[in-house]
């Protein structure tokens, strides 16, 4: 699909249009998950003990269930599934299976679309579950590492935590080399392969990965104060 380029930034209205809200996975949407775990990095929350681990795998859970809940009930109630139809200026308007396809951009043709969760639709209801989901799966781990021998083992992948944006900007560009689709065997075969090797090598480096290291002296540079 359309992405932006350099000769866009002629057109810098438009531009940051596109960039904010109305392209393929726009800031303002999916900085979400950003600020959210910033917010909970940066906070003494997981700091302490282990009942506020708790809270965090139960807040998590009760979010998405709630989430699931409400599209549930809207759908049971006002039958919210056939009252939608995609647009045809939606990115995903010529996909076979559009529904599965939003590309982060929540259709706009009814408000009804904010009654769904449809993975990557961008509704308030998909951030929601995904990041409630994220929230559980991380107390779970936390709990998990109380256990010394525990923690001792899932070294590599505390490793590959400290690195994140290296790692998926490597799979990024590993994807991006991918010319024709492939069948399900070997797009799972491919993804296994990558997890073993990012891991190996975010051992290997120890630490914050080379993208880490660069963000943080730009911002450093860049503090007031």
Do not use: K
């Amino acid at each position: 699909g359309p992405v932006t380029s350099w000769v866009d930034l002629l057109h810098p209205i438009e531009t940051a249009t596109q960039l904010l809200l109305t392209g393929y996975y726009p800031v303002l949407v999916w900085a979400t998950y950003l600020f959210a775990g910033m917010a909970l990095g940066r906070s003494r929350f997981l700091r302490a003990d282990q009942p506020a681990r708790v809270v965090l795998l139960a807040g998590g859970a009760a979010t998405t269930l709630i989430a699931y809940g409400v599209v549930w009930a809207a759908d049971a109630t006002w039958s919210v599934q056939s009252r939608l139809t995609i647009p045809p200026d939606h990115p995903s308007a010529g996909d076979a299976d559009a529904l599965t396809a939003f590309y982060g951009t929540t259709p706009t043709n009814t408000g009804w679309w904010l009654l769904t969760d449809y993975r990557h639709s961008g509704t308030t209801l998909d951030p929601a579950a995904t990041l409630g989901t994220s929230f559980a799966v991380l107390g779970v781990c936390l709990l998990l590492t109380r256990a010394n021998w525990l923690d001792r083992a899932t070294w590599p992948l505390r490793m590959a935590g400290s690195m994140p944006l290296t790692l998926y900007t490597t799979h990024v560009l590993i994807e991006s080399f991918r010319l024709t689709d492939v069948d399900d065997r070997a797009a799972l075969l491919s993804w296994a392969v990558q997890f073993a090797v990012l891991v190996l090598a975010a051992s290997l480096l120890r630490g914050r990965g080379p993208l880490e290291r660069m963000v943080g002296r730009i911002s450093a540079a860049a503090r007031i104060g």
